[in-house]
T-cell receptor, first 114, second 114 residues
Framework: DAKTTQPTSMDCAEGRAANLPCNHSTISGNEYVYWYRQIHSQGPQYIIHGLKNNETNEMASLIITEDRKSSTLILPHATLRDTAVYYCIVRVESFTGTASKLTFGTGTRLQVTL | ETGVTQSPTHLIKTRGQQVTLRCSSQSGHNTVSWYQQALGQGPQFIFQYYREEENGRGNFPPRFSGLQFPNYSSELNVNALELDDSALYLC?????????????FGPGTRLTVT
């Protein structure tokens, strides 16, 4: 799996957009960008994933650069409940004959404040 | 919350002892993965079970073993506990690896080895 680089921590005011960057310069053509988050004392939670087109769901938007070497997760209106560690993960979408493991880094700790 | 449950919530063991952790997967999921999360780190993949067989393993010694049952629930067994085994143990259930794009995590079991 390709390696990802994320800032250690970020702050965001409640109600503002939170933009979390991720670098994945060694990503392969068949690898997707996944985002998970982990709220304190809970298991990680899937947020969104994409290959090369921008993606949006009810939780967030994912913007992937044209060269696919970096991406940004956007929480459009951050709330206090979005305070968590956010993990950017690169992996193929499906696995045949091998484990569909997730390779976590240390993530970005997002603190949403009043 | 996901439909993945884990037991016990917390556990304290002594070095050299053995421990068994349990995980019930979400309805409709036949794949279970186990992760170890040390304090301040991202989760690390231990192994995955699919159709009651080990389907891939991370960089963990043989004293970490597991089982999956016909109802897709799973156990993680750790023998000869070491102080460094103190961590949050997470299980995640998912569809078959060839269809897996999202893993659903349980709340974890906090293991302390003294």
């Amino acid at each position: 799996d390709a390696k990802t680089t994320q800032p250690t921590s970020m702050d965001c005011a409640e109600g503002r957009a939170a933009n979390l960057p991720c670098n994945h310069s060694t990503i392969s053509g068949n690898e997707y960008v996944y985002w998970y988050r982990q709220i304190h004392s809970q298991g990680p939670q899937y947020i969104i994933h994409g290959l090369k087109n921008n993606e949006t769901n009810e939780m967030a938007s994912l913007i992937i650069t044209e060269d696919r070497k970096s991406s940004t997760l956007i929480l459009p209106h951050a709330t206090l409940r979005d305070t968590a560690v956010y993990y950017c993960i690169v992996r193929v979408e499906s696995f045949t004959g091998t484990a569909s493991k997730l390779t976590f880094g240390t993530g970005t700790r997002l603190q949403v404040t009043l | 919350e996901t439909g993945v449950t884990q037991s016990p919530t917390h556990l304290i063991k002594t070095r050299g002892q053995q421990v068994t952790l349990r995980c019930s997967s979400q309805s409709g999921h036949n794949t279970v993965s186990w992760y170890q999360q040390a304090l301040g780190q991202g989760p690390q993949f231990i192994f995955q079970y699919y159709r009651e067989e080990e389907n891939g393993r991370g960089n963990f010694p043989p004293r970490f073993s597991g089982l999956q049952f016909p109802n897709y629930s799973s156990e993680l067994n750790v023998n000869a506990l070491e102080l460094d085994d103190s961590a949050l143990y997470l299980c995640a259930s998912s569809r078959p690896p060839s269809e897996d794009y999202e893993q659903y995590f349980g709340p974890g079991t906090r293991l302390t080895v003294t």
